[in-house]
């Protein structure tokens, strides 16, 4: 059974960076496109971002330039560098494949104050 496990998630101000990991077992990461994503207070799941195996990326227009996917296969983790973070960042953060494959894991929680 895949598991997935992120972390990384804290509180943080406005303006403030986090760095979310996310670990797997067996070979997911080094076989998959992996995706990032989010859930808000009382809204649905949605895609952040995304990475092939080529390393090829895309991002929800909300973080474009502001977030940054990342895949190390050798360490079988997957990164989301989040820079100029915004109070609607705020959420629970997962990773999966892309598209999604697996069960979820537990997410980290990530919380922007103003």
């Known amino acids: 059974q895949v598991r997935l496990v992120e972390s990384g998630g804290g509180l943080v101000q406005a303006g403030g960076s986090l760095r979310l990991s996310c670990a797997a077992s067996?070979?997911?990461?080094?076989?998959?496109?992996m995706s990032w994503y989010r859930q808000a207070p009382g809204k649905q799941r949605e895609l952040v971002a995304h990475?092939?195996?080529?390393?090829?990326?895309n991002y929800a227009g909300s973080v474009k330039g502001r977030f940054t996917i990342s895949r190390d296969n050798v360490k079988k983790t997957v990164y989301l560098q989040m820079n100029s973070l915004k109070p609607e960042d705020t959420g629970i953060y997962y990773c999966?494949?892309?598209?999604?494959?697996?069960?979820w894991g537990q997410g980290t929680q990530v919380t922007v104050s103003s």
């Open positions: 990475i092939y195996s080529s390393g090829s990326t």
């Open positions: 999966n494949t892309f598209p999604v494959g697996t069960q």
């Open positions: 067996g070979s997911i990461i080094s076989r998959n496109a």
